[in-house]
């Protein structure tokens, strides 16, 4: 579980992806830099294959310049727009150069077939992120289908400017 997360074993890099501390990273370190190099205001980058999300992810339907419709307020305070980046393998370069391009204008992405890519300004921040991320994609499947009263265009403007993201 994010709740369980030892800040001391999490690995730090250097901007070229050498490990300064903590555990060996993943192959998907690349992701997580390539979010940093463009938001460089982040303290973490929080990277998950989480259930909800990844299911979300491989909807042929979604829209790709956000693929959650604004079902809540927190989903908008906390997360913005949330794109689909396309599908590359795990560990494919070319994966962290989408993530880069995506971060010029997003803190949060989910990839294609695997997951989401959520940056916040700590730890804590990030995790939070992506737990509402988790919960509205949870919400977002479970009412497909069914009529809801989405935020409006006005209200959804209204939270951005009042609680703009990282």
Do not use: C
Request: glycine letters at 6%; zero cysteines; hydrophobic letters at 45%.
């Amino acid at each position: 579980s994010l709740g369980s997360l030892d800040p001391a074993r999490i690995s730090k890099l250097d901007w070229n992806g050498k490990l300064l501390a903590g555990d060996p990273p993943s192959k998907e370190s690349f992701l997580h830099l390539g979010m940093y190099q463009q938001r460089q205001k982040l303290g973490a980058v929080v990277h998950l294959h989480s259930t909800y999300s990844v299911a979300v992810s491989v909807l042929d339907d979604v829209d790709t310049e956000d693929v959650l419709p604004p079902l809540t307020a927190y989903y908008v305070m906390r997360l913005g727009k949330v794109p689909l980046v396309p599908y590359f393998a795990p560990g494919d370069i070319a994966l962290a150069d989408a993530v880069r391009e995506y971060a010029t204008r997003h803190h949060a992405v989910l990839l294609a077939n695997h997951g989401p890519v959520v940056g916040g300004t700590s730890l804590a921040a990030a995790i939070d992120a992506t737990e509402e991320l988790e919960a509205t994609a949870r919400l977002y499947l479970m009412l497909r289908g069914e009529k809801v009263r989405l935020l409006t265009a006005d209200e959804v403007a209204e939270l951005r400017r009042k609680f703009p993201t990282p």
